[in-house]
């Protein structure tokens, strides 16, 4: 069984518009949870993680994310999307004491239109 | 400073044939680790490293041979390419914490006839 979920293979929004990658997980135990962004040609980059606390992360490059434990759900955010967001966004995912194992979903492409 | 770099930048082989793919970093990181990426199936972990000289299998190890002998340093083998093989390969590397993010090179992209 998939241990991360994206489910939406592509995201299209409006410049400007809100925009929101969807995420859950089915692993047991506190996972630490992570965003990366990755741009063509390039490898991923970091964009935020849950680790514990407060359920709401904040990023880099005004990205966010939301936990929901009942849900086990981590979907990114972000207020106002700009075009040079276009990007593949990935969910990941590590079991507690499994060091570096980290877990990927699929991936989400996200397009801004002008 | 570089961060992570992957060499070559692209590859293609013919079937059966071997090569390796270079990944090194200079943070100092203690861990490292190797991934394929393959459209609609994320990244898959294929080998990591928790430091010099210690290894271990991730999700998908077969026809694959990795060792540590510094810790800037985490080549990756392919010991007789398949087709199955061709796809695009991410070094990553991180500090010890569990906790902490990685940081991937930008990729070796491998095509095997």
């Known amino acids: 069984a998939q241990s991360v979920a994206q489910p939406e293979d592509q995201v299209n929004v409006a410049e400007g518009n809100p925009l929101t990658v969807k995420c859950t997980y089915s692993?047991?135990?506190?996972?630490?949870l992570f965003w990366y962004v990755q741009y063509p040609n390039r490898g991923l980059q970091f964009l935020l993680k849950y680790i514990t606390g407060d359920n709401l992360v904040k990023g880099s490059y005004g990205f966010e994310a939301e936990f929901n434990k009942s849900q086990t759900s981590f979907h990114l955010k972000k207020p106002s999307a700009l075009v040079s967001d276009s990007a593949l966004y990935f969910c990941?995912?590590?079991?507690?004491?499994?060091?570096?194992?980290?877990?990927f979903g699929a991936g989400t492409q996200v397009v801004v239109t002008p | 400073n570089a961060g992570v770099t992957q060499t070559p930048k692209f590859q293609v082989l013919k079937t059966g044939q071997s090569m390796t793919l270079q990944c090194a970093q200079d943070m100092n990181h203690e861990y490292m680790s190797w991934y394929r990426q393959d459209p609609g199936m994320g990244l898959r972990l294929i080998h990591y490293?928790?430091?010099?000289?210690?290894?271990d299998q991730g999700e998908v190890p077969n026809g694959y041979n990795v060792s540590r002998s510094t810790t800037e340093d985490f080549p990756l083998r392919l010991l007789s390419a398949a087709p199955s093989q061709t796809s695009v390969y991410f070094c990553?590397?991180?500090?010890?914490?569990?906790?902490?993010?990685?940081?991937f090179g930008d990729g070796t992209r491998l095509s095997i006839l």
């Open positions: 990553a590397s991180s500090q010890r914490q569990e906790e902490q993010p990685q940081h």
């Open positions: 692993v047991s135990g506190n996972p630490y």
């Open positions: 490293s928790v430091g010099a000289g210690i290894t």
């Open positions: 990941a995912v590590m079991r507690r004491a499994s060091w570096g194992k980290l877990q």
